[in-house]
């Protein structure tokens, strides 16, 4: 599985991004899809995920301002992030993890996208 995640850059505090995460190579739908960012001098940190059967969950820092959703049709996962706030300044990857019948667990990363929000 290939992920690409896009959208992000640099934004206004309490301003609004969205970020994408297009796969290939693979049916997401398979997958639960997570978001995760990694800010300078801080270890990766899961913001969103939500599971193949479309359940949620989200960090605390993050929950009521950011959404995540998935589009199965399109291969696509996408995360809402409103109101953000200058500690949401990261690097942020996409995650996609299944289990598969003679693999196992298995665990795609994308390559990271940069938020970065002004004060």
């Known amino acids: 599985v290939q992920l690409q995640a896009s959208g992000g850059g640099l934004v206004q505090a309490g301003g609004s991004l969205r970020l994408s995460c297009a796969a290939s190579?693979?049916?997401?739908?398979?997958?639960?899809m997570g978001w995760y960012r990694q800010a300078p001098g801080k270890e990766r940190e899961l913001v969103a995920d939500?599971?193949?059967?479309?359940?949620?969950n989200y960090a605390d820092s993050v929950k009521g301002r950011f959404t995540i959703s998935r589009d199965n049709a399109k291969n696509t996962v996408y995360l809402q992030m409103n109101s953000l706030k200058f500690d949401d300044t990261a690097v942020y990857y996409c995650?996609?993890?299944?289990?598969?019948?003679?693999?196992?667990?298995?665990?795609?990363w994308g390559k990271g996208t940069q938020v970065t929000v002004s004060s």
């Open positions: 995650n996609a993890e299944t289990v598969l019948p003679v693999a196992g667990l298995v665990n795609y």
């Open positions: 190579g693979s049916t997401l739908s398979l997958y639960d």
């Open positions: 939500i599971s193949s059967g479309g359940k949620t």
